[in-house]
């Protein structure tokens, strides 16, 4: 079945700086690939996914960069505010319609340290 | 209702008890799902239904679990037997096929199930 991993686990940037938290996976037909974001105690909520046509994928401070080759994914939060502080999930699924099963990476805290 | 709902959001239960976890799904949507997230780990698929039919069940650990959807709407979650390394949160979640968005899944806030 699909592995997902994600690095790093933990990470501390300033408000304003940059953040990116990488994704590998296995399956190389897994081919849609979304970002959760998880605020403590809340539900997990989609804040971008991109599919495996395209490379890359931006929504306005967001962005999620796609390497089928090397079957990895990243996401870059630009100009970092406190709101952003939250536990990220990347995740990968064989999919053409949807999700059916996607498998979760095991989560990055993001604090943004004001 | 607006969003998904699960009841209860907490439950704490003895080793060896039955529980059932419940479900409701956005109104129209056709695909539901029963993830498990354990403390400091992502969600781990569990079932999932399209429509009343369970099409994918092959996350559920053992035969302890259990999932339903006869209407097509509500579902419930049965664990039988529990034990301690049952506890976590049980997440539920549904999604709308053919949306202009497709592929995203809509959570519950989850139901925290304790095994004492």
């Known amino acids: 079945g699909e592995n997902v991993e994600q690095h790093p686990s933990t990470l501390s940037v300033q408000e304003g700086d940059s953040a990116v938290i990488k994704c590998t996976y296995s399956?190389?037909?897994?081919?849609?690939f979304p970002w959760y974001k998880q605020e403590l105690g809340k539900r997990p909520q989609l804040i971008i996914d991109?599919?495996?046509?395209?490379g890359e994928k931006k929504d306005q401070r967001i962005a999620v960069t796609l390497n089928k080759t090397a079957k990895h994914f990243s996401l870059h939060i630009t100009e970092t505010q406190p709101e952003d502080s939250a536990v990220y999930f990347c995740?990968?699924?064989?999919?053409?319609?949807?999700?059916?099963?996607?498998?979760f990476g095991t989560g990055t805290r993001l604090t943004i340290i004001p | 209702g607006a969003g998904v709902s699960q009841t209860p959001s907490n439950k704490v239960t003895e080793k060896g008890k039955y529980v059932e976890l419940r479900c409701d799904p956005i109104?129209?949507?056709?695909?539901l799902y029963w993830y498990r997230q354990s403390l400091g780990q992502g969600p781990e698929f569990l079932i999932y239904?399209?429509?009343?039919?369970?099409?994918?069940d092959s996350g559920l650990p053992n035969d302890r679990f259990f999932a339903v959807r006869p209407e097509g709407s509500v579902s419930t979650l049965k664990i039988q037997r529990t034990e301690r390394g049952d506890s976590a949160v049980y997440l539920c979640?549904?999604?709308?096929?053919?949306?202009?968005?497709?592929?995203?899944?809509?959570f519950g806030e989850g139901s925290r199930l304790t095994v004492l």
């Open positions: 239904f399209q429509g009343t039919g369970a099409a994918d």
């Open positions: 399956d190389s037909a897994s081919n849609y």
């Open positions: 109104s129209g949507h056709t695909a």
């Open positions: 995740a990968a699924d064989i999919s053409n319609f949807g999700n059916e099963k996607l498998t």
């Open positions: 991109i599919r495996s046509n395209v």
């Open positions: 979640a549904s999604s709308l096929w053919g949306s202009t968005r497709p592929g995203e899944l809509f």
